[in-house]
Nanobody, 119 residues
Framework: QVRLVESGGGLAQVGGSLRLSCAAS????????MGWFRQAPGKEREFVAS????????VYTDLVKGRFTISRDNAKNTLYLQMNSLKPEDTAVYYC????????????WGQGTQVTVSS
């Protein structure tokens, strides 16, 4: 079992920055690929970014590439998402998730943190 708790959300201005954190407890955090997802009102949850267990490999959706940076500190059991140059369309609830293989899917999810970008 892995417990994930997000923090760091809030209100930001267009062009501003926020850093999200995801604190993990339970089974070995450092063995999991981790990801960030988001869900805007009335929309499906969408992939934002992911990072390998070592931090050496990252993937981003084109929507955030060059603006967001995913990172992790395995010694602190914490995942991060640095969000710069925020846009109104980044407004969403952001979730962190742990990828388990098997079964080959994101199997553990946090409760989410709200990010609102105001113009």
């Amino acid at each position: 079992q892995v417990r994930l708790v997000e923090s760091g959300g809030g209100l930001a201005q267009v062009g501003g920055s926020l850093r999200l954190s995801c604190a993990a407890s339970g089974r070995s955090f450092s063995s999991y690929r981790m990801g960030w997802f988001r869900q805007a009102p009335g929309k499906e949850r969408e992939f934002v970014a992911s990072i390998s267990w070592s931090g050496g490999s990252t993937v981003y959706t084109d929507l955030v590439k060059g603006r967001f940076t995913i990172s992790r500190d395995n010694a602190k059991n914490t995942l991060y998402l640095q969000m710069n140059s925020l846009k109104p369309e980044d407004t969403a609830v952001y979730y962190c998730a742990a990828y388990l293989s098997p079964p080959g899917r994101y199997d553990y999810w946090g409760q989410g943190t709200q990010v609102t970008v105001s113009s």
